[in-house]
């Protein structure tokens, strides 16, 4: 006789079906124990002594046959204690102490206390996406992750604290209410530093503007003092909010990762837009992602959200010569000798950096102490390929005593900040219905606008074609960084609600690529 049940694997952010049988070995076998196959990893093959420990302590009788547990399909990897509790079921089955006649209509995880109480387990977002996908009727899963699952509609989320509820639900001897489905409601992030908190520095605000209004990636050059930092972690304050699918999106990444419940709440989902500070000793895996079992890394964690690289040259340049096809593509692909795996990675990229290595060149107060030559081999720390990525260079000016001191301009300056949120959500919006007209699912603001497609959408007359020659001529322009131009300059016009690509769009446009004209200089 053989038992089956199920359970769920991971693969990046995709669930897979894993099914989990039981078969009885004659006591005549070879075998001297009960074992587990099909590429389980360490913790799984310790499972058997979680489960017959948890079974005992739950009030069922000990398992005295020899058992074979198979968790297919056998050629995919398995790996963590997420499987206790459908590999106790099956036993339980196989040993006829509950019926295995419901056991094919969910996908039972969870981890096993030896007492027999369950714990929570990892990726149950995407368990529960899986379940409908395939038709199960419910998921049974850990009562504390509940609250995550069950933002998915037209399937049972059955939260159980201990194998004992898990076999009886299962046995039908026990009735256990589905989880009550949650309604998400956007929430606009009001903790830490605001947009309006920022004095004066009116020309990187505008800057910074337009790179949320078109999802840009913005490197800002200033020295030490100027603002940098506390402009990088207050630009979610003028995001707009998440959708649902990228609520959905970014809390399968974080339940997948084990860092939900940093940015959780009582709805179950991450539904503020998340920026990932990585300090800048990261490694190339801590950043995009990878190890034996690949998991996502800060590239992924940041999806939907920000990733702020504080004093950019300070990181390895490995780690960040990796990250230029993540920022094409807004996706990584990590590759291993028997795997490979897909995580999202649509991020905006705010970066920071000094002028120079004592971080005062060009400071209108304080003289440089930089040697000859310090200054271009500091600057050579990033390539010119990872520049070319980046949308929006801008140049930030130390702040000036009056703009410190003056607390008139704050009520003005929660004025300002409300009103580029209001221009910066409109411009998306727009930006969202254009690419539907031309059915362009797959792109969801202009900083995606497909090459091929470019023509159509940021059509120019031919004054703003000179302007750009010029441009091209004089500072030596590449490919990218002209195609970049123009996208940014869609944004300029969007922003402005213009519907034709102008001259002074343009010409802004170009005005933030400061460091491909080493124009840098404050």
């Not at 959905?248 to 709440?265: K, P, R």
Request: glycine share 6%.
């Amino acid at each position: 006789m053989v038992v089956k049940g199920y359970a769920a694997a991971l693969s990046g952010v995709e669930g897979i079906v894993v099914t989990v049988e039981a078969s009885s070995v004659p006591f005549q076998s070879e075998m001297s124990m009960t074992s587990i196959i099909g590429l389980p990893d360490h913790s799984i093959k310790e499972s058997l002594f979680r489960c017959v420990s948890a079974i005992e302590h739950s009030g069922y009788e000990t398992i005295r046959q020899k058992q074979i547990i198979s968790l297919s399909p056998a050629n995919l990897r398995k790996e963590g204690s997420g499987y206790d509790v459908s590999i106790a079921i099956a036993m339980l089955a196989m040993s006829f102490q509950i019926p295995e006649k419901l056991l094919n209509q969910y996908i039972v995880m969870g981890e096993l206390a030896l007492d027999g109480q369950v714990k929570p387990v990892k990726g149950v977002l995407s368990m529960a996406i899986l379940a409908k996908k395939e038709g199960f009727k419910g998921l049974i899963i850990p009562k504390s992750n509940t609250s995550e699952a069950c933002v998915i509609s037209d399937i049972d989320i059955i939260g159980v604290e201990s194998l004992r509820d898990t076999a009886e639900f299962l046995a039908g001897r026990k009735q256990i209410a589905p989880t009550k489905k949650q309604s998400i409601h956007p929430i606009t992030n009001t903790l830490g530093p605001q947009f309006a908190d920022v004095r004066g520095q009116q020309t990187v605000k505008r800057a910074l503007e337009i790179a949320c209004a078109g999802g840009h990636n913005a490197i800002l050059i200033g020295p030490p003092g100027a603002g940098k930092t506390m402009l990088a972690h207050s630009i979610h304050s003028i995001l707009p909010p998440m959708t649902l699918e990228e609520s959905l999106e970014t809390t399968q990444i974080h339940s997948i990762s084990g860092t939900l419940e940093t940015y959780n709440n009582q709805q179950g989902l991450i539904t503020q837009r998340i920026v990932r500070s990585p300090h800048h000793t990261a490694s190339q895996t801590a950043l995009v992602g990878g190890g034996a079992y690949p998991m996502p890394g800060e590239i992924s964690l940041a999806h939907n959200g920000v990733l702020f690289l504080d004093e950019l040259p300070e990181f390895q340049r490995n780690a960040l010569e990796s990250m230029r096809q993540p920022l094409e593509d807004k996706e990584i692909h990590l590759s291993r000798t028997k795997l490979s795996v897909r995580y999202p990675s649509n991020f905006m990229l705010i970066a920071s950096m000094n002028p120079c290595p004592c971080g005062y060149y060009n400071h209108p107060k304080v003289d440089c102490k930089c040697p000859p030559g310090s200054i271009a081999k500091y600057l050579s720390k990033i390539s010119g390929p990872l520049l070319d990525r980046i949308d929006i260079h801008i140049a930030i000016a130390p702040l000036d005593f009056e703009d410190l001191t003056n607390t008139a301009s704050s009520t003005k300056d929660q004025e300002l900040q409300i009103a580029i949120q209001q221009r910066v959500q409109h411009a998306r919006i727009t930006q969202k219905e254009r690419f539907q007209c031309l059915n362009i699912p797959s792109v969801h603001n202009n900083s995606q606008i497909p090459s091929k497609n470019l023509t159509q959408i940021c059509a120019l007359d031919s004054t703003c074609k000179e302007l750009l020659k010029n441009a091209m001529d004089k500072y030596n322009l590449s490919a990218r960084a002209y195609h970049r131009i123009i996208r940014v300059a869609r944004t300029i016009a969007d922003v402005e609600n213009e519907k034709a690509i102008q001259r002074h769009h343009i010409a802004e446009a170009i005005q933030y690529r400061c460091l491909d004209k080493n124009t840098w200089g404050i």
